[in-house]
């Protein structure tokens, strides 16, 4: 205890790092005071079946990943996930399409105009989404809408303010990326899932002790010890990693080369992250999005819009893995690292330099992704599993899948990029005091 607060001190003394840190909070209560905010027209107490819709099934999900905007209506209903899902179509170009492989080895400028099309592709999709939730909106709650005003006429209006919602969301996401602390639309999503908790928390332990065949508070204990269980091994996860020796040559004469020390490249278990998980959640929302506004839908396409269903949860797994193996082939690249290595002298012990180290790395990195895939998966479908011994389906999300992962991931990155604004600026402070006060140079 005695040493978190001095680590808070240190934050607080860190004049920049303190700066970032309440930036992140100002913007990340500018997002939720949005989420409160109803779009113009709408009476919030008439959309009680609107809130009744999202209480269960895929629905709640979405409500989770907007922070309960979607159920309130607000100006930030339709929140990130239309800007994840261009951004999945655009890594999929990437590796698909010859004009966007090229355009991704441009270096900086590359990224820049694939980002710019990500945003054109993120408006598409809002045009598409937010009449989708505006039919939606009314089907389920049209008294909603105050007296006086058309249906028709509120349309577009609402169209425009629910688009420009969502693009002000990623807005936000990159400021706090670029001015504050961590990445910015990982924080938004973990924000908007942290919200619902308290909420879910209280109606778990309501359930429980006011019904006998509940368990009490015994099984409410054993399902925190559970949670707390599922959450070590989430975070023992992300920080996994299995380190592949590299050894540095000192100096090279003739066909000789003298050893140098012995480094380590950690290839993490988890490598890509919450990336993964995020663009399979994104994917299963198509269903939903292709039947909720009709009168129905195939049996098919019904299970996949039940998170709770076998067939759903075999998909959903799948596409965990699949993404897993994507997004690490596309982050790391074992040619540039054997490349990279082989200009430094350095090799990897009993390996030829060149080709046969890229193909090494490769086959660990494989190795390695395999069983992380695995079990993000299995961690991925833990809600499913938790809710077959009757626990509400709003606090099951934080046994596992898609909250748990998010928010155990955001927090270790958010929380290393402090660590490093701490070291850095610790490293700093030593300049100041030493070489950087004589010639009158700050370091801040």
Same mark, same amino acid.
């Given at each position: 205890?005695?040493?978190?607060? &001095?680590?808070?001190?240190?934050?607080?003394?860190?004049?920049?790092?303190?700066?970032?840190?309440?930036?992140?909070?100002?913007?990340?209560?500018?997002? #939720?005071?949005?989420?409160?905010?109803?779009?113009?027209?709408?009476?919030?107490?008439?959309?009680?079946?609107?809130?009744?819709?999202?209480?269960? *099934?895929?629905?709640?999900?979405?409500?989770?990943?907007? *922070? *309960?905007?979607?159920?309130?209506?607000?100006?930030?209903?339709?929140?990130?996930?239309?800007?994840?899902?261009?951004?999945?179509?655009?890594?999929?170009?990437?590796?698909?399409?010859?004009?966007?492989?090229?355009?991704?080895?441009?270096? &900086?400028?590359? #990224?820049?105009?694939?980002?710019?099309?990500?945003?054109?592709?993120?408006?598409?999709?809002?045009?598409?989404?937010?009449?989708?939730?505006?039919?939606?909106?009314?089907?389920?709650?049209?008294?909603?809408?105050?007296?006086?005003?058309?249906?028709?006429?509120?349309?577009?209006?609402?169209?425009?303010?629910?688009?420009?919602?969502?693009?002000?969301?990623?807005?936000?996401?990159?400021?706090?990326?670029?001015?504050?602390?961590?990445?910015?639309?990982?924080?938004?999503?973990?924000?908007?899932?942290?919200?619902?908790?308290?909420?879910?928390?209280?109606?778990?332990?309501?359930?429980?002790?006011?019904?006998?065949?509940?368990?009490?508070?015994?099984?409410?204990?054993?399902?925190?010890?559970?949670?707390?269980?599922?959450?070590?091994?989430?975070?023992?996860?992300?920080?996994?990693?299995?380190?592949?020796?590299?050894?540095?040559?000192?100096?090279?004469?003739?066909?000789?080369?003298?050893?140098?020390?012995?480094?380590?490249?950690?290839?993490?278990?988890?490598?890509?992250?919450?990336?993964?998980?995020?663009?399979?959640?994104?994917?299963?929302?198509?269903?939903?999005?292709?039947?909720?506004?009709?009168?129905?839908?195939?049996?098919?396409?019904?299970?996949?819009?039940?998170?709770?269903?076998?067939?759903?949860?075999?998909?959903?797994?799948?596409?965990?893995?699949?993404?897993?193996?994507?997004?690490?082939?596309?982050?790391?690249?074992?040619?540039?690292?054997?490349?990279?290595?082989? #200009?430094?002298?350095?090799?990897?012990?009993?390996?030829?330099?060149?080709?046969?180290?890229?193909?090494?790395?490769?086959?660990?990195?494989?190795?390695?992704?395999?069983?992380?895939?695995?079990?993000?998966?299995?961690?991925?479908?833990?809600?499913?599993?938790?809710?077959?011994?009757?626990?509400?389906?709003?606090?099951?999300?934080?046994?596992?899948?898609?909250?748990?992962?998010?928010?155990?991931?955001?927090?270790?990155?958010?929380?290393?990029?402090?660590?490093?604004?701490?070291?850095?600026?610790?490293?700093?402070?030593?300049?100041?005091?030493?070489?950087?006060?004589?010639?009158?140079?700050?370091?801040?």
């Amino acid at each position: 205890m005695k040493k978190f607060i &001095e680590t808070l001190k240190n934050i607080w003394k860190v004049e920049d790092l303190r700066q970032r840190i309440l930036i992140t909070i100002l913007f990340i209560a500018i997002y #939720r005071f949005g989420s409160f905010v109803t779009l113009p027209g709408i009476d919030h107490a008439g959309l009680s079946k609107m809130t009744e819709q999202t209480e269960n *099934g895929l629905m709640a999900l979405l409500d989770m990943f907007s *922070g *309960g905007a979607f159920s309130h209506a607000s100006i930030f209903a339709l929140g990130i996930m239309p800007y994840i899902s261009a951004s999945i179509v655009m890594q999929l170009l990437a590796v698909a399409v010859p004009y966007f492989q090229k355009m991704q080895r441009e270096g &900086e400028s590359g #990224r820049k105009k694939i980002s710019w099309y990500t945003r054109i592709l993120t408006v598409a999709i809002l045009l598409f989404q937010a009449p989708s939730y505006l039919i939606n909106l009314k089907m389920q709650s049209g008294g909603a809408l105050a007296a006086g005003i058309d249906w028709t006429t509120f349309m577009v209006p609402a169209t425009i303010i629910l688009a420009a919602g969502s693009m002000f969301i990623l807005w936000l996401g990159e400021r706090i990326t670029d001015k504050g602390v961590g990445n910015g639309i990982s924080i938004i999503i973990m924000i908007g899932i942290i919200a619902r908790l308290p909420e879910a928390f209280l109606k778990e332990f309501n359930a429980r002790v006011s019904h006998a065949e509940g368990g009490g508070l015994v099984m409410f204990i054993i399902e925190i010890l559970v949670l707390f269980a599922v959450v070590c091994a989430a975070i023992l996860l992300v920080q996994a990693v299995r380190k592949v020796p590299v050894q540095y040559a000192r100096r090279v004469q003739g066909n000789k080369t003298y050893g140098g020390a012995r480094q380590y490249i950690p290839l993490k278990l988890f490598a890509a992250n919450v990336m993964p998980i995020i663009f399979a959640q994104a994917l299963m929302f198509i269903p939903l999005a292709i039947v909720q506004y009709s009168a129905g839908g195939s049996t098919l396409i019904s299970k996949l819009m039940d998170h709770t269903s076998l067939l759903y949860n075999i998909v959903f797994a799948v596409l965990i893995i699949a993404f897993t193996y994507f997004y690490t082939a596309i982050t790391l690249n074992p040619t540039q690292m054997a490349e990279d290595m082989k #200009r430094n002298n350095g090799f990897i012990p009993g390996v030829k330099p060149g080709k046969p180290t890229a193909d090494y790395i490769d086959t660990i990195m494989s190795r390695i992704t395999l069983p992380g895939s695995l079990f993000i998966a299995f961690i991925a479908v833990m809600p499913a599993i938790v809710s077959l011994f009757n626990v509400e389906q709003s606090f099951a999300q934080f046994f596992g899948g898609t909250s748990l992962l998010i928010l155990v991931g955001v927090v270790i990155d958010t929380l290393q990029q402090i660590q490093n604004h701490l070291m850095m600026r610790h490293y700093d402070g030593l300049l100041k005091a030493g070489h950087t006060r004589g010639n009158g140079v700050s370091a801040y």
